[in-house]
């Protein structure tokens, strides 16, 4: 099966079309949650990801925009991005959003936004928490965004530790042997220094991988947020992959 496993699109419709147009066929999306929140395009993300094959998870923008975690931990721009998202989701996109899973168990893989061990929040930054956290899921290897970085992280068994890699973006690489965190990056809101759309390729019968870039028309998603009077930081931001 061909899985394009997609993360953090954050309402950014021309960045998800971007990806789309680029994955080729496929089978079924993953999707690892934070659908809304910062973008222009909520309901028509939400809706456009059900014209496919689909297992979709939430994320912590999904669940701000629900109302089910409080704006706190959220900077001043991400808390107004997603007041205005909760009043401009339809009442049916709320309810799909509500109704979203926080992790799953899906042909021998572990799927979560955030971490296997607190699915919603916790940001797998650095090796030292990814460490812990390998402890907190079963299967080989388990898919996060949340940190909108593309990143793999690999476990040394014999020390018991992990390290990290950045993707190579060159092609499909084996999973395995050793257990690994795999991070597919942000579709809608890429923060690793390139504003391209970031997503994954998974064939599961062969046991690859392959992290992909596409670059959208940011321009395009910039007016939007601007016609929504969104605040000017997030605007900016798209087009600095920061
Ligand atoms: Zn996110």
């Known amino acids: ?30 999707c690892l949650g934070d659908l809304v929140g910062y973008g222009p395009d909520p309901n028509e993300c939400v809706e456009r990801l059900q014209d496919f094959n689909l297992l979709c998870l939430a994320g912590n923008h999904d669940w701000a925009a629900l109302g089910k975690l409080g704006l706190d931990d959220f900077n001043v721009d991400a808390r107004l991005a997603s007041r205005w998202t909760r009043e401009a989701l ?32 916790e940001y797998l ?6 460490t812990i956290n390998f402890r907190y899921f079963q299967t080989d290897v388990c898919f996060v965004g949340h940190t909108h970085i593309p990143l793999i992280f690999i476990l040394n068994d014999k020390r018991g530790r992990c390290y990290p890699i950045t993707p190579p973006f060159s092609g499909p690489v084996q999973l395995g042997p050793h257990r690994m965190i795999v991070n597919p990056g942000s579709v809608g809101q890429p923060r690793d220094g390139d504003p391209r759309a970031s997503y994954a390729i998974l064939d599961t019968e062969a046991g690859t991988w392959e992290h992909r870039r596409v670059a959208y028309p940011v321009e395009i998603t910039q007016e939007r947020m601007r016609a929504r009077n969104l605040p000017r930081r997030l605007i900016e931001r798209l087009a600095l992959g920061r």
């Open 1 to 30: 099966m061909r899985c394009l496993v997609l993360s953090d699109i954050h309402a950014n419709r021309p960045a998800l079309e971007a990806v789309l147009q680029d994955a080729g066929s496929f089978d079924i999306i993953w």
């Open 90 to 121: 339809t009442p049916q996109n709320l309810e799909y959003l509500d109704n979203l899973p926080t992790n799953l168990i899906q042909e021998g893989y572990t799927l979560a936004h955030g971490s296997p061990r607190e699915p919603v929040w």
């Open 125 to 130: 930054l650095d090796a030292s928490i990814a």
